[in-house]
Each structure stands twice: as structure tokens, then as C-alpha cells.
């Protein structure tokens, strides 16, 4: 599975940014799928998931009220929908994928079987 996150860029505060995580590979569908953002000098983070079929979500903290994710099996793609932008979400925000989900809301993000390339966001104020 090759991950491929887009949609980031500039964004003014308050906007929104919706981002997209498109897998290549058969069993894309079969994964859960997460995104994660590093802001500078810090660590990388979680911010949600989502469970293969798109029944379950899940969110960090921080994320709640927010953001939202979704997945398009058909297309294999996940999304990542932030609104409200605020400058404190300026990171790069990188997409997994892995068979199960608690491995990817697990504060350590060992073991995680595939990791995407980043995409940036940055918001302006």
C-alpha cells in the first residue's frame, strides 16, 4: 500500500482545509486509516481514524468539534476535513494506514504498518 496525502497549503484563520489521502494497492479497503500532524518542534501526534468499513471515528482531543474524517472506499480515498482553522494547526499532516485502528490511536504509533508523505498546512492569522 503507497499512501499519497494532498490539499494542504495556505489558509487564512478561520477557513477550512480538506485534506486527501489516496492508497494505491487492492486491500486499501480493508485498512484503518489515520491522519497525524507534526508541527514544528514537536512531536508528531494524532489527530483521527477511521475504521475499514467507516463505521467508527475516532479523534484525538484536540480534534474534536473541528475536524472531521471520512473515507471513500470506492475511490480509495480518505479525507480529512479541518475547519475553523486556527494558527496552532500549522503542521504537516501525514496519513497511515494499518489493519487495526487501535494501532493507530495509540499515543506510541509503533508498528504502524504504512505511513504517507506529508502534506503542509499552514494557517496565517
Known amino acids: 500500500v503507497q499512501l499519497q496525502a494532498s490539499g494542504g497549503g495556505v489558509v487564512q484563520a478561520g477557513g477550512f482545509a480538506r485534506l486527501a489521502c489516496t492508497a494505491s494497492g487492492p486491500t486499501f479497503s480493508n485498512y484503518a486509516m489515520g491522519w497525524f500532524r507534526q508541527a514544528p518542534g514537536k512531536d508528531r501526534e494524532f489527530v483521527a481514524a477511521i475504521s475499514w468499513d467507516g463505521d467508527s471515528r475516532y479523534y484525538a482531543d484536540s480534534a474534536k468539534g473541528r475536524f472531521a474524517v471520512s473515507r471513500d472506499r470506492a475511490k480509495n480515498t480518505v479525507y480529512l476535513q479541518i475547519n475553523n482553522l486556527k494558527p496552532e494547526d500549522t503542521a504537516v499532516y501525514y496519513c497511515?494506514?494499518?489493519?487495526?485502528?487501535?494501532?493507530?490511536?495509540?499515543?506510541?504509533?509503533?508498528?504502524?504498518?504504512?505511513w504517507g508523505k506529508g502534506t503542509q498546512v499552514t494557517v496565517s492569522s
Open positions: 497511515a494506514a494499518d489493519w487495526y485502528v487501535a494501532t493507530l490511536t495509540d499515543s506510541s504509533m509503533d508498528g504502524i504498518n504504512y
